[in-house]
């Protein structure tokens, strides 16, 4: 059984997704990709293998952020270096800026729930829902703002809107 839909009404709201989150402080980012179709991919913690024969030789982290349905920015040093609306192979080439940078801050603001994660290289992410996206997806459509898969099978989905859901990662969504 899928766990709720939790709302997010009200800054308080938001504790158990820093509580989450929190850990990622002070981690490595070993290795940020563009996965298909264009989303940005953060890894971090161990490196496992994966099991398909498909993906022989490649890793994930305990810790994967996936931004799904929204737009992001990668600033260094107060510059643009490159966006979700760039060319994946210009996003492909520009993000690897962040592997083995560690991780400062993973913040999620209210009410808008952008996303800020900050690294010690002078680097970060700021991540916004996409409006756009909310308005072409259907609305059962189960494709979250963004997600993190979390050690020990838990999975992160936030958005579309203002909730989360935090559950198994094997569970379905409905």
Not at 6 to 18: A, G, S, V
Not at 50 to 77: D, H, I, M, N, P
Request: proline share 5%; glycine share 6%; net charge negative.
């Amino acid at each position: 059984m899928p766990a709720e839909m939790r709302q997010i009404t009200r800054r308080e709201d938001l504790q158990e997704l820093h509580a989450i989150t929190k850990s990622l402080i002070g981690q490595e980012c070993w290795q940020a990709i563009l996965t298909y179709p264009s989303q940005l991919q953060l890894h971090w913690g161990e490196r496992v293998a994966y099991e398909s024969e498909r993906l022989r030789g490649e890793y994930r982290g305990t810790w994967v952020f996936g931004a799904e349905s929204s737009r992001w920015t990668l600033q260094c040093r107060d510059k643009a270096m490159v966006s979700s609306d760039d060319y994946d192979s210009t996003i492909k080439r520009t993000i690897r800026i962040l592997a083995g940078g560690m991780t400062e801050e993973f913040e999620v603001a209210y009410p808008q729930l952008t996303v800020t994660v900050r690294f010690n290289n002078g680097c970060t992410i700021l991540l916004v829902s996409d409006p756009d996206w909310a308005i072409e997806a259907a609305e059962e459509d189960p494709i979250p703002d963004w997600e993190l898969f979390c050690p020990d099978g838990m999975w992160l989905g936030v958005g579309r809107g203002p909730k989360y859901r935090f559950q198994k990662a094997d569970q379905p969504l409905d």
